[in-house]
């Protein structure tokens, strides 16, 4: 670790090509005690995107600086977000460890580069909206001239890094404090412990004993920690010798809270203390018992302890199957023939794990007292096989009756329903398969008897989903006053991510191949469409309208120039799209009913300046958007001969000679502007 200092550079991109603001950059310099250059840029970074967080806010204050503050870099992360910016190191100071050299090194260096790269790439921010005047170059982000001396002085930032490191020292010394007050004075503090607040103490006194952490040019720190009676600098023998004690203390208050049981989930914590990772590492590198046969003789005498991770997994599941086979015996009289997937109501595959001890010995290898346990329940059988598979097969018959019973005599059960902890999905696809068929043909001649029944896995599947997915669009519908226009990103309730496959259903026919009936019955609800894209357009559009309505209904507006940065109640970002439909035609392209309505709208302005840049005025953009709808409806020019649109030459050559008084007023117009800027960015 060591002082890494760099000049770093942002660069608005993530912009549409053209805008006032595109390839915009920003300057800065960071100094941080970190391992390499980037790591340095990167918590920079994070500062810049937490304080673009807070400049909502900031632009709420009446002062004129404060509001300043508000723009430049932070102001446009806050507007087009983080990503919409390319981040770069230009240039890299040598690292050093002497903090003191930090003022007298560099930080000249640093404020020299940073001056230079705002100076060359257009000086400080000059102009913050497209509908100011002064667009006659180029700007940065930057809100000063750069350098620490600009921003308040680089002692100033000194004394700021000095408080930080102060302030760190002073929660160790406080919360050091308080653990002494409750330890009778000792200091001696384990590697893992945190205080109830949540600080890391004892990490924080090792890195003090091990790294001189807070102590580096502070030797009156150190003084203090020698004058402690409690604190030593060398506590590794005792430290060991309370960690044994501490981890014995905590597993027996975990066993006595647990029957016995000292199988600890390695996750666990309590009072602070890891106890599960503890466990973890006495057995696997056998932590504290080094030298110390006395403390593995001790583990050993417990009944609930064992050393494998692998023992306690196994003896947990040999457990879970006894008490599930006890509750299956329970609740049929006894009898212990489960068939092979018979699941429980919790989801356990009792039928499976009782296959497995009987056709392989699981959960019996080398502990003959679980086989003895076995032979004594009175419902148990090593080998049940022609019961088990008849009563199986009648099993898996009455259920599926049952089934088709309850589906208007369908049979195509989903693969994953259960009922009563029968998997009858399972077992359908088993039999399709000629599970349970073989030597028995009347099986065979029964099912295929069933009006229902089908051997396709691949139809009944591709039903289901069909079938699935049409509930699922219809409760959809039902929740959305018959709107099928779903989200690509919809999922319901129960999982069904329905978004994604209407969209399946819309592009690539899913469902629909050989099926017309199908296609039909979608054309037959009143909600769904097969294009989304238009939808979604002549919804967007039908908000925008909305919204710019109600904002000229508005007592307070009563009119249609609405502010770059305005936004709705709602979160709608009204000025924006004002903006986009005046400058680049959004909604508008092929549809000249919009064109229309917007040109009808007393209140709407194509543009809320006397001027652009370029010279167009709201006249002249309004007469191209004439020209545009006529175009596209061939209607008639209007009596009178009115004149095209003028060319853009010709707006800008008649914008160079205004009349006399009017040109005098926009020029002390501008002047007084530029000077409440000035006087904004001093």
Known sequence: MQFFGCIYRYR??????????????????????VGSHQEAFDKRHKEHVRAAARAADTKKAADNDVIMQALGLHEAMRQFGEDAFERTIVATFPPFRDRTAAPTTWQPWADEEEVRLIDENGGVMRYFADEDDDHGGCQTFNLTPGGQANAGGAQKWWEALWARSQQAWLTFQSELLKYAEANDGDMKVLTDYKTASGYNLGNAVKNVRSQ?????????????????PGWEWSVQTETFEQAWLTFQSELLKYADA???????PQTYTANGYPLGQTVNKVRSPQSYLNGHPERRKWLDSQPGWSWSVQDDYELQAWLTFQSE???YAKANDGDMKVPDIYKTANGYNLGQAVASVRGRDTYLCGYPERRKWLNSQPGWEWSVQKETFEQAWLTF????????????????VPQTYTANGYNLGAAVSNVRSNQMLKGHPERRKWLDSQPGWAWSVQDDYELHLWLTFQSELLKYADANGSDMKVQTNYITASGYKLGKQVSNVRSSNSYLKGHPERRKWLDSQPGWAWNVRDDSDLQAWLTFKSELLKYEADKEHGHMKVPFKYKTASGYLLGR??????????????????????????GWKWLTHRRSHTGETDATRRAHWEQVWREQTQAPAPPGGASEAPSRAEAAEAAEAPAPEEGARHLGKRKRRSRVDAAAIA
């Open 258 to 264: 647990n029957n016995g049981n000292m199988e600890v």
């Open 397 to 412: 018959q009455s259920e599926l009756l049952k089934y088709a019973d309850a589906n208007n005599d369908n049979m195509e």
């Open 577 to 602: 799209a004002v903006q986009m439909i005046r400058f680049q035609g959004c909604y508008l392209k092929g549809h000249p009913d919009r064109i229309r309505w917007l040109l009808d709208q007393p």
């Open 325 to 327: 086979l006890l509750k």
């Open 212 to 228: 001189n952490t807070y102590l580096k040019g502070y030797p009156e720190r150190r003084e203090w920690l020698d004058s402690q």
């Open 12 to 33: 608005l991109t993530g912009v549409p090509d053209g805008h006032f603001l595109q390839n915009t950059p920003y300057f800065g310099q960071t100094l941080r005690w």
